[in-house]
């Protein structure tokens, strides 16, 4: 046990600078290094296909994103970071919109921004009722301050 503790340690010093990076600066890293420590952190590997996807739908890499994101549902199909991942790359490849929606309404419960993400993809559909539905949800659950809505309109 204590040499698989030394491993650990020194895997995780080798990648601390990458995980602590900046969210934009070495993304690429970042998948890196989640692929590499996950399976040592995390035996099923569901977090690290979830961390996986995150970093991908950031880079826009949505297939990849798709994957790693379909993997994670796999292992725990309830998992709601997972299920916002997955609908976040369909919707960011225009495709199965309707099964992303039904992950990211599943997400919504407990990510407000899954609301926001709808909301997007009803204006696009030209459905504004439904839209501003969503819109005012995530309002409603705390996900629109004035601090995050200077975020969202910084991007």
Do not use: C, W
């Not at 650990?8 to 600066?25: H, I, Q, S, T």
């Amino acid at each position: 046990m204590p040499i698989l503790r030394f491993i650990l340690l020194a895997v995780l010093l080798r990648l601390y600078p990458v995980l602590l990076a900046e969210p934009e600066a070495g993304l690429a890293d970042k998948a890196t290094a989640f692929q590499t420590i996950g399976p040592i952190v995390d035996p099923s590997r569901q977090q690290t296909y979830v961390n996986t996807a995150k970093v991908r739908n950031s880079q826009q890499r949505f297939a990849e994103a798709e994957q790693a994101a379909r993997q994670a549902v796999e292992l725990r199909k309830l998992d709601a970071r997972a299920r916002f991942e997955l609908g976040v790359a369909l919707a960011g490849q225009r495709r199965n919109l309707e099964e992303a929606k039904d992950n990211l309404r599943m997400a919504a419960a407990e990510i407000p921004e899954a609301h926001l993400e709808l909301s997007r993809l009803f204006l696009e559909e030209g459905d504004f009722e439904l839209a501003m539905r969503e819109l005012q949800a995530f309002r409603k659950l705390g996900g629109l301050t004035r601090a995050r809505a200077g975020q969202l309109l910084a991007k």
